[in-house]
């Protein structure tokens, strides 16, 4: 390919944009979502809790359902929603908390989003892709922390294309370290990805490379917004190519995809909305919804202007009603709060409003975890100012004492369980029953392997109570589970690794 432009201009397959679109529309219909929102205000108690109940069975909710939660202003409803959205979530995943690291390979970028610090007109951004040997580099300092899983982070250009992106996770998966005990050996067992939208011949070079979740924000479902956003003259600009990037993953075999919505770009009950169309869109195609969902809300980005004047800056408060409302609206899926949140909205969104994954001990500078820097060390090559910079210990203790079990488990893909069987055994309770053994001998690691001595303290006590829990389920015994986790969890103790039920 001769230049970037020509690049450029080659990304789109408009067919394969078309094939999913019904009679020339997409599935985002702004007056309809205008019309729901208004139709459903001040919303009766009544029909507001039916609306409850069909969450606390699993179900997702329909748009029409969804535009009433967001109505609920009334204190009482609220605390309710916010009751049920925790119910909600204990009863899909119980009281485990997933960790991972985000890792980013490449800040050098086509687009132009006006958001964003790696944007092409930011002149004053450090370029940088990382070379196999870098990428080496980092996820070493990744793993040395007690990571096990992964979020691979990109941005849009021909000199980080696919196969670049299926290279660096082959090499993600190709490290592993021993651990500081001495106690057998650590590494990324799960590597999810974060990059712009691919055609689906891309997509089956990343499945076949080994990849976890793929993730694409869509930033904001209104076509308006989005167009004064992202330059019509950039790849991004292309607001369907967008949109349908999941379809195109499923299609490419990719059957675990996460979307979610930049807050703060636009209106936040619009945006839930669209997340909502998003994932029956993906239901009605494809029989399952999103594997998570994000709600990143827009942080202060080098020299971006948008970033700390939006007119649609999201306040705390809003984001706990967001949380809730997802929560309640796609019962299923996980849902991901990052550290770009301050650690007391974080804290409270997981253990208030059933977030179920974040990341801590994260660096988004290029090349910042294998050089240790911090973000005020490296403001150039960074794409956002993160909220919490703590590390992995810190949280993990953070968590435990509030009685959060650290999970790193990357069993469900492994063994086969994603996509539509995971989902059929989330809502039956199934799949977590499962989790909930995977969770204890992957905490049995990290505390052996990592933990500070305060950290293991707080997460002995938690791990005798849940194994005290898994021994008193009759499931566990029921499907003859027990002897196998018994098993496992003593040859862990002993220093075998990466046992998983
Ligand atoms: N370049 C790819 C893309 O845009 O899809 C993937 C990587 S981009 C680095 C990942 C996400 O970061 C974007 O989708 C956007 O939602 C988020 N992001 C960009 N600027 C941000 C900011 N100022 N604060 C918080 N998140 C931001
Ligand atoms: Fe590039 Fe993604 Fe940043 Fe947009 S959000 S400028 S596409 S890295």
Redesign the pocket.
């Known amino acids: 390919m001769s230049s970037v432009k020509d690049w450029t201009a080659s990304v789109i397959k408009q067919a394969e944009i078309d094939k999913y679109l019904d009679g020339g529309k997409d599935f985002i219909d702004e007056e309809q979502i205008f019309a729901d929102i208004e139709k459903h205000k001040n919303p009766d108690k009544q029909q507001v809790r039916d609306i409850l109940q069909k969450s606390l069975d699993i179900k997702i909710l329909t748009p029409a359902e969804t535009a009433t939660l967001l109505n609920v202003e009334d204190p009482e409803l609220l605390h309710e929603m916010q009751e049920a959205a925790l119910a909600v979530k204990k009863k899909v995943y119980d009281n485990r908390i997933v960790f991972f690291a985000p890792l980013y390979l490449s800040?050098l970028?086509v687009?132009?989003?006006k958001?964003?610090?790696?944007?092409?007109e930011n002149k004053d951004e450090v370029r940088h892709v990382l070379t196999m040997d870098e990428v080496r580099d980092e996820v070493a300092a990744v793993i040395d922390e007690g990571h096990k899983r992964m979020i691979a982070v990109y941005?849009?250009h021909p000199k980080n294309g696919a196969d670049y992106i299926a290279d660096s996770i082959s090499t993600i998966y190709s490290v592993k370290r021993t651990t500081p005990t001495g106690n057998g050996f650590n590494n990324i067992r799960r590597v999810n990805v974060n990059a712009?939208p691919m055609e689906i011949a891309d997509m089956k070079k990343l499945w076949r490379a080994g990849i976890g979740t793929f993730q694409v924000f869509q930033?904001t479902y209104h076509r308006g917004r989005y167009a004064e956003l992202?330059p019509a003259n950039t790849v991004?600009g292309n607001y369907r190519w967008r949109l349908y990037a999941m379809h195109r993953a499923m299609e490419a075999g990719v059957d675990d995809v996460a979307i979610g919505a930049l807050f703060g770009l636009y209106d936040w009950k619009f945006e839930v909305m669209g997340l909502v169309h998003h994932a029956w869109d993906l239901e009605k195609h494809f029989g399952i919804g999103p594997h998570t969902v994000s709600f990143p809300r827009m942080q202060p980005a080098p020299g971006s202007f948008l970033s700390e004047h939006s007119p649609y800056i999201v306040s705390d408060e809003a984001m706990k009603r967001v949380v809730a409302v997802l929560r309640l609206a796609i019962p299923y899926s996980g849902l991901i709060v990052t550290a770009r949140e301050n650690p007391v909205l974080k804290r409270e969104l997981i253990n208030h409003y059933g977030c179920t994954q974040t990341d801590a001990s994260s660096k988004l500078g290029i090349g910042a975890y294998a050089k240790k820097l911090k973000q005020e060390e490296n403001p150039d090559k960074v794409?956002f100012m993160l909220g919490d910079q703590r590390s992995l210990d810190e949280v993990i203790r953070e968590l435990a004492n509030d009685g959060m079990i650290t999970s790193f488990c990357t069993a469900g893909y492994r063994c086969g369980r994603t996509g539509d069987k995971i989902m059929n055994l989330l809502e039956k309770g199934v799949e977590g029953k499962f989790c909930k053994l995977n969770a204890v001998l992957t905490f049995r690691e990290y505390l052996n392997d990592y933990a500070s001595p305060e950290t293991r303290e707080v997460g002995e006590k938690l791990i005798a109570r849940e194994l005290q829990e898994i021994e008193s389920m009759p499931f566990f015994t029921d499907k003859k589970l027990l002897p196998t986790f018994r098993s496992y969890y003593d040859r862990i103790a002993r220093g075998e690794r990466d046992l998983y039920m």
Request: overall charge neutral; glycine content about 12%; hydrophobic content about 15%.
């Open positions: 800040n970028c687009n132009s989003c958001y964003c610090g790696f944007r092409a941005g849009e712009a930033e992202h991004k794409q």
